[in-house]
């Protein structure tokens, strides 16, 4: 892999990653553009003990443009993007209208792919290889800013989400806090490895129980690779939920080994095409939310807690979507109107011949 960074032209940071070591990236970006918006800020609520992003300045970014207007497509044919190069494979940069910023974080685009029309499930393997080193490099990047505490890679895919715009891409969130998930996820951790403790023993780890009871009650599981394991989660909130997990516990991306990134385009890229064939032929495309949990850079409690995939979809059924209101917006209480046994079960039979 090879990568180049440059800067467009109010400044923020470009970064291609392309799989050839002699790849060429020198286009400049040419656009008169102003200097970036203003920052944002986190404001605390002393009630729930969290952040919340105050950030004024992305009501001014791209909503739905057409595909031959899209800021994510390569330059061409005199109109120019974010991203300057004719063709490009994958591409990660500032985001322009950042819901965090300066002092209060990071926030970065990645592009998957040139191809506007394509998908992520339509990646080859080669190519996903690429973004999860692309998610890789940037992880261990935003750990040396001292403002970053943890990293959030992800992708939101499907109008239905919320997605402005259509051109396949994610982002990546670098949080000046630990998350409440998160936070909630390592006291969870650490309880439990003082609950189980015994004199002389340090008690076991939490992720790893959960594994462990997922592959023996076996009703959930998903797919089993020879390095990642894949399940809907005994008390899952979405109606199609994935949990991907390492066999190898690790707390983060920069920690896999070769023989697990080796595999995760295969099992990944798999999972993601049987996300769109759950409801049947002739349904459009699944949308998703699939985002990588990390731990926390400088959390002391940090080699707690297990790298991990979540995928989910809103989408219920054909034409009905999960609507996050009342309860779960309230109260955070979420209620699924699908087993997650008959989703796991749905989830296989929709495998690849």
């Known amino acids: 892999m090879k990568k180049t960074a440059t800067r467009l032209a109010d400044g923020r940071e470009l970064l291609y990653f392309d799989s050839r070591d002699d790849t060429v990236r020198d286009t400049a970006d040419r656009r008169p553009l102003q200097p ?8 605390y609520d002393p009630l729930a003990g969290e952040g919340v992003a105050i950030a004024a300045q992305r009501q001014g970014r791209p909503l739905h443009p057409a ?23 994958v591409a990660v940069f500032e985001n322009r209208f950042p819901a965090l910023s300066g002092d209060s974080g990071r926030c970065e685009v990645v ?12 990646l080859d393997e080669d190519r996903a290889a ?22 959030y890679c992800f992708e939101n895919r499907g109008h ?30 650490t309880a439990h490895r003082e609950r189980t403790g015994m004199a ?34 005994y008390a899952a909130r979405w109606p199609y939920e994935i949990r991907l997990h390492p066999r190898r516990r690790v707390p983060d991306l920069p920690s896999l080994d070769d023989a697990a990134r080796a595999e995760f385009p295969r099992v990944y890229l798999e999972l993601l095409r049987r996300f769109d064939r759950i409801f049947g032929p002739g349904q459009p495309p699944t949308p998703y939310v699939s985002g990588w949990h990390q731990a926390p850079f ?38 699924n109107d699908v087993r997650p046994e008959a989703a796991a079960g749905r989830l296989r039979e929709v495998a690849s011949a």
């Open 36 to 43: 970036p918006y203003g920052a944002s800020e986190i404001r």
């Open 67 to 89: 595909a031959d207007d899209c800021p994510l497509c390569p330059s061409r044919d005199g109109r120019h993007t974010e991203i300057p190069a004719p063709a490009y494979e």
């Open 111 to 122: 592009c998957f792919t040139d191809d506007h029309d394509a998908s992520f499930a339509g």
């Open 130 to 151: 690429l973004v999860l080193a692309a998610w890789t490099d940037r992880t261990a990047e935003l750990a040396l800013l001292p403002a970053v505490e943890q990293v």
């Open 160 to 189: 239905e989400i919320g997605v402005t715009l259509g051109h396949p891409h994610g982002q990546i969130y670098a949080y000046p806090f630990v998350t409440p998930r998160t936070a909630r996820m390592l006291a969870s951790a």
């Open 200 to 233: 002389g023993a340090g008690g076991r780890n939490l992720f790893d129980d959960v594994v462990a009871d997922e592959l023996a009650d076996g009703r959930r599981i998903v797919l089993e690779g020879e390095h990642w394991l894949a399940f809907v989660p």
């Open 298 to 335: 400088r959390h002391p409690h940090r080699s707690e807690f297990a790298l991990h995939l979540e995928l989910f979809t809103s989408r219920r059924a054909p034409g009905k979507l999960k609507f996050v209101a009342g309860s779960e917006a309230g109260m955070n209480v979420f209620i």
